[in-house]
C-alpha cells in the first residue's frame, strides 16, 4: 500500500570492519563495500617502518575507527602519561571518525609489580567504581581533545557485587563525562546466554536483552559492534571469542536497536579464525540490509523511543 | 573491600584460576600471552616446537608477570630467560636466536627518520669538529656467538634446512652484526675486524664528532671516506649535521 511507504528516504548507517594484520593487502587492493575499517589502538603505536606505512595506505583508502583495549579506565593504579602520550599520538595522526575504550580495568600491583593483564576484566558497579571511570575518561578526553565511546563487556563472574544497575552506571558515565556509548550487542547476547542458567523471566532472550537496551542512555550510543561466539563452552561459560559471523540472533537484536538508536556507525568485529576478506565485507553488506529493515520498521511505526528509566532494573 | 583491594584479588584470582569465571580470563591470558610471544619469536617458536615454547611461555611469565600495556612491547626478557633455561641446553643457540628476533622486532616499531643525502655536502663547507652523525632509525652493534641471522632466515626458507645443520661448529661464528633500519625493514650486515673497532668508537656514549672519527680512522690506519661512501650508500647515516656548540676539539 502506498502508506506504508516511507515519505523520507531513510539514513543508512556506516557498516565498519575490523582491520587486522591478514587483511591489510586484500582491503587496500578491494576497498569498495565497506564505509570505514577499525584498527586497535595498540597495533598503531609503532610510529615507524612498515606499520607506518602501512597506516598510511589506509588513511588514503578509508575512514578510520580506533578501538583502545589496553587503557583499562576502571583501573585505580594511575594511567601513566607515557601511554595516554601513544594513544593520544595515534588519534593524532589518524584523526579517526570514532574513538572508543572499554568499561573495564586491566591492572593491579602484585606483590610490588604493578601488572597489566593485556585484557578487560569487569568492574563492580558502585560509586568508586564511577569515580574512578569517570576521572580516567576525562583525562583521556582532555588529551586527545575529543569525546570517546566506551563499550559494555562480556563477563564471566556472575557474582559481583554490584550497588548500581549496569544502567544506572552507564547514565551517570554519560552525565559526568559526557562521553558516548558504544553497544556492543554480542555482549550483551554472550551475557545474557551465560545467566541462562539461571532464568528469571519468560521472557525471550532477545526480548530480554532489547528491555535491557531500553533502559540505557540511548541517545549516548553512538557506535554498534556486531559478532558472533562459538557455541562451546569453555569452564561452564560461552565466550566472546569473535571467531564467528555475526549469529542470527545479533542480527535479529540489531534490527530492533538500530530502530531505537536510529542510523549510527556499525562495526563488524570478527578477530580470531579470520575467513578472507569478502566474507568479512558479505557480512557488512548483510548489516545494510539489516539496518534498512530495522530502520523501515521504526519508520512506520514512528513509535517513540521507550522512556529511560534509571530506576530500571537490569537484567544482566 | 575498597576497589584496589578488590581488583587486586581480582587479578591474582585469575593468576591462580581461582573459580570458574577466572579460569575464563587465565585461559585467555594464556592463550594470548603465547600468541604475542610467537609473533615477535616466530623462529624460536619453529625451533622449539608448539609443546616446549608453550611451556616455556609459561614458565616465562610465572617469573617475569606482564607490565607492558601492548603486547607488542612484551618479551624483552625473553632471550635471558631462555638462556637461563638448563632444559634447553640442546639448543645452545636458542637464546641468540632469541636475542636477534627481539631487536629486528624493536628496530621495525621505531619511528621514521628523513634521509638527507645532501647533508653529506657539510664535510667540504663545515670544521669537522662541528660535524655530528645521526644514524639510521636502530642502528647498532650485535655481538652473536652463533649466526642467529643465517637461523632466522633458513627457517624462514625451509629448503635450507639440512640434516646438519644445527651442528654447532658450523653455526658458531663469534663475530659482530650492524643492524639498522634503513626503510621499512630491519637489515643486517657482519662487521669484519677492521671496521668493528671504528664502528664501536663511533657508537660510544660520547657521540663523538666527525674530527675525532678521523682521528680515530688514522691512528687505525682506516680509510675513512670508503667507509663513509658505506655509509650512505646502505642508509646506515640518514643525514650529518653541525653543532658548533658540542664540539670538543
Redesign the interface.
Known amino acids: 500500500m502506498l502508506s506504508d511507504l516511507p515519505t523520507e528516504p531513510i539514513t543508512l548507517p556506516l557498516v565498519g570492519l575490523g582491520l587486522r594484520h591478514p587483511h591489510y593487502d586484500a582491503a587496500l587492493k578491494a576497498p569498495t563495500g565497506v564505509d570505514f575499517v577499525e584498527f586497535h589502538a595498540e597495533n598503531l603505536y609503532p610510529e615507524g617502518g612498515l606499520h607506518q606505512a602501512f597506516l598510511a595506505d589506509v588513511l588514503a583508502t578509508f575512514p578510520v575507527s580506533i578501538h583502545g583495549t589496553s587503557l583499562g579506565l576502571g583501573s585505580t593504579e594511575k594511567l601513566p602519561d607515557v601511554e595516554l602520550a601513544k594513544f593520544a599520538g595515534v588519534i593524532e595522526r589518524t584523526q579517526p571518525l570514532l574513538v572508543s575504550e572499554h568499561i573495564c580495568f586491566n591492572r593491579a600491583r602484585i606483590h610490588g609489580k604493578l601488572l597489566h593483564s593485556g585484557d578487560l576484566y569487569p568492574i563492580p558497579y558502585n560509586n568508586e567504581s564511577l569515580d574512578t571511570m569517570c576521572h580516567a575518561i576525562v583525562q583521556v578526553q582532555s588529551k586527545i581533545g575529543r569525546p570517546i565511546l566506551l563499550e559494555n563487556l562480556s563477563a564471566y563472574l556472575p557474582n559481583i557485587e554490584h550497588t548500581l544497575s549496569e544502567s544506572e552506571f552507564l547514565h551517570q558515565l554519560v552525565q559526568r563525562t559526557e562521553c558516548g556509548l558504544l553497544l556492543d550487542l554480542n555482549n550483551i547476547l554472550v551475557n545474557l546466554h551465560n545467566q541462562q542458567a539461571r532464568p528469571s523471566s519468560n521472557q525471550s532472550l532477545i526480548d530480554q536483552a532489547i528491555a535491557w537496551i531500553k533502559t540505557l542512555p540511548l541517545h549516548a550510543v553512538q557506535e554498534i559492534h556486531l559478532a558472533g561466539f562459538s557455541p562451546n563452552k569453555v569452564h561452564g561459560f560461552y565466550i566472546d571469542d569473535h571467531g564467528q559471523p555475526v549469529s542470527d540472533e545479533c542480527w535479529a537484536l540489531y534490527r530492533h536497536v538500530i530502530a531505537l538508536t536510529g542510523p549510527v556507525p556499525t562495526l563488524i568485529e570478527w578477530d580470531n579464525d579470520l575467513p578472507e576478506w569478502e566474507v568479512l565485507i558479505k557480512q557488512a553488506t548483510l548489516a545494510k540490509k539489516v539496518a534498512r529493515e530495522g530502520l523501515q520498521m521504526a519508520h512506520k511505526s514512528s513509535a517513540p523511543v521507550s522512556d529511560q528509566s534509571l530506576s530500571s532494573k537490569p537484567c544482566l | 573491600m ?3 583491594n ?3 584479588h ?3 584470582a ?2 591462580t584460576s581461582e ?7 587465565h ?3 594464556v592463550l ?2 603465547r600468541a ?1 610471544l610467537a609473533t615477535t619469536f616466530p623462529t624460536v617458536l619453529a625451533m622449539l616446537g608448539e609443546d616446549t615454547f608453550a611451556s616455556a611461555a609459561h614458565q616465562y611469565f610465572l617469573r617475569f ?8 612491547e ?1 618479551g624483552a626478557h625473553f632471550p635471558t630467560f631462555l638462556d637461563q633455561q638448563n632444559a634447553l641446553s640442546d639448543y645452545p643457540y636458542i637464546a641468540e636466536v632469541a636475542q636477534y628476533e627481539l631487536v629486528v622486532h624493536q628496530v ?6 628523513t634521509f638527507n643525502q645532501a647533508s653529506v655536502g657539510l664535510l667540504q663547507t663545515h670544521p669537522w669538529h662541528e660535524i655530528y652523525f645521526d644514524f639510521a ?1 636502530g642502528l647498532q652493534l650485535l655481538p652473536l656467538v652463533f649466526d642467529a641471522p643465517f637461523i632466522v632466515r633458513a627457517h624462514a626458507e625451509p629448503e635450507a634446512l639440512t640434516e646438519d645443520f644445527f651442528q654447532q661448529p658450523a653455526l658458531q661464528v663469534d663475530a659482530t652484526y650492524l643492524i639498522w ?1 634503513p626503510e ?2 630491519t637489515q643486517i650486515e657482519q662487521l669484519n675486524d677492521e671496521y668493528l673497532g671504528l664502528w664501536q668508537f663511533v657508537l660510544n656514549a660520547a657521540a663523538p664528532n666527525l674530527q675525532e672519527i678521523a682521528q680515530f680512522s688514522e691512528q687505525h690506519q682506516l680509510d675513512l671516506m670508503p667507509w663513509l661512501h658505506h655509509l650512505m650508500q646502505h642508509k646506515q647515516l640518514f643525514r650529518c649535521y653541525s653543532c658548533a656548540k658540542h664540539s670538543r676539539s
Open positions: 575498597s576497589l584496589t578488590w581488583q587486586t581480582f587479578v591474582h585469575v593468576q573459580s570458574d569465571g577466572h579460569s575464563v580470563y585461559n585467555n591470558f594470548t600471552q604475542s608477570g606482564k607490565e607492558s600495556f601492548d603486547w607488542g612484551y621495525n616499531r621505531l619511528p621514521n627518520k632509525p633500519r621499512l625493514a
